[in-house]
């Protein structure tokens, strides 16, 4: 009457107007989906890190089903091999993360960067010592006046 639709009317409206799911949504999932499907197709390390996840974790369900779970718990501390297995996975699956995140992920050698860094700390502890500093430069003198010859 006078131009006002009813509520009824309003609702149809209203419905017909929304979907299911708003395209807002659909868009900021399909952006937010975009960098991770290109990375799963472009990314060969990514994929690796999948595919040991999926064996190892196929090798730990066949290794212990049907088990109670303190069966299992022993068999994680007694088994070597089912450990590393686990670990495998672990590992794989913190680095595909990583990978899907698009952060960096550290390629190995860090243990020896760290021990260098343990035996430099060490040298400069026994030259900078009061108590062993004169003896080790008197010591590192004469060996490199030997390997001079001077």
Known sequence: MFGRKSRAEKLKEQAQGNSFIPAAALSAAYAGARPVA?????????????????????????????????????????????????????????????????????????GRGFLFLLLVAGVAFLFLNPKTGPSARNFAKQAYGSITGD
């Open 38 to 110: 290109e990375r799963l197709l472009y990314d060969d390390d990514l994929r690796d890190n999948i595919r040991v996840f999926i064996e190892s974790a196929r090798t730990i369900l066949d290794e212990l089903s049907g088990e109670d779970p303190t069966e299992i718990v022993g068999r994680l501390w007694d088994d070597d091999k089912l450990r590393k297995q686990v670990e495998a996975a672990a590992g794989a699956a913190q680095e595909g993360t990583k990978r899907v995140r698009g952060q960096r992920v550290k390629q190995g050698g860090g």
